[in-house]
């Protein structure tokens, strides 16, 4: 059985930093492309950042390039969003997602607020 | 970078037949197809059908995908009342190289 484990959140003031991570298990995880998917209160799902399976593919929404870096450690099924400058708007549920979006964890909730 | 375009509600009645569509262009929806996903409130989505149409092992034969050209279409039929609630669609664009997601239809079941 696949599962993903997201961690990391919390509550950060505007400006501030978090690095959240997502551990998978149960499939070959060098094999799988990973993303991370958002959802603000009461909103719909947002697609954020992608990595490919090797990690040198990197693909970002408009709205966090140059804010959000995604990178993965395959030694150890894991992926991770580290999100600078962040902002009020970033405020969301944190899914992080395995494959073709196939595979979902719980998420992780991050609040951004002063 | 504009999304997939749904319907943001539909309404059927109990063991009647929905069907949810899912609009894009080209590059998404009409060159690598859609995924499914639902999501009960209060809990993370779950993949109904891949994007060549196939069920994932432990999805019910109730629910079915397709596409034409650029509209992707979920069917649910004999609706049940645990069937309430978002459907989004997904699907891969090879121009910009995105997930792009549709804004979701919440389905109700009268």
């Known amino acids: 059985e696949v599962q993903v484990v997201e961690s990391g959140g919390g509550l950060v003031q505007p400006g501030g930093s978090l690095r959240l991570s997502c551990a998978a298990s149960?499939?070959?995880?060098?094999?799988?492309?990973m993303s991370w998917v958002r959802q603000a209160p009461g909103k719909g799902l947002e697609w954020v950042a992608t990595?490919?399976?090797?990690?040198?593919?990197?693909y970002y929404v408009d709205s966090v390039k140059g804010r959000f870096t995604i990178s993965r450690d395959n030694a150890n099924n894991s992926v991770y969003l580290q999100m600078n400058s962040l902002r009020a708007e970033d405020t969301a549920l944190y899914f992080c997602?395995?494959?073709?979006?196939?595979?979902w964890g719980q998420g992780t909730m991050v609040t951004v607020s002063s | 970078q504009a999304g997939l375009t749904q319907p943001p509600s539909v309404s059927k009645g109990l063991r009647q037949t929905a069907t949810l569509t899912c609009t894009g262009n080209s590059n998404n929806v009409g060159n690598q197809g859609a995924a499914w996903l639902q999501q009960h409130q209060g809990h993370p989505p779950e993949v109904l059908s891949y994007?060549?149409?196939d069920r994932p092992s432990g999805v019910s034969e109730r629910f079915s995908a397709s596409r034409s050209g650029n509209t992707a279409s979920l069917t649910i039929a004999g609706l049940q009342p645990e069937d309430e609630a978002d459907y989004y669609c997904s699907a891969w664009d090879t121009s910009l190289n995105i997930w792009v997601f549709g804004g979701g239809t919440k389905l109700a079941v009268l």
């Open positions: 994007r060549n149409n």
């Open positions: 990595i490919n399976h090797d990690g040198f593919g990197k």
């Open positions: 997602a395995g494959g073709d979006l196939h595979y």
């Open positions: 149960g499939l070959t995880f060098r094999n799988f492309w």
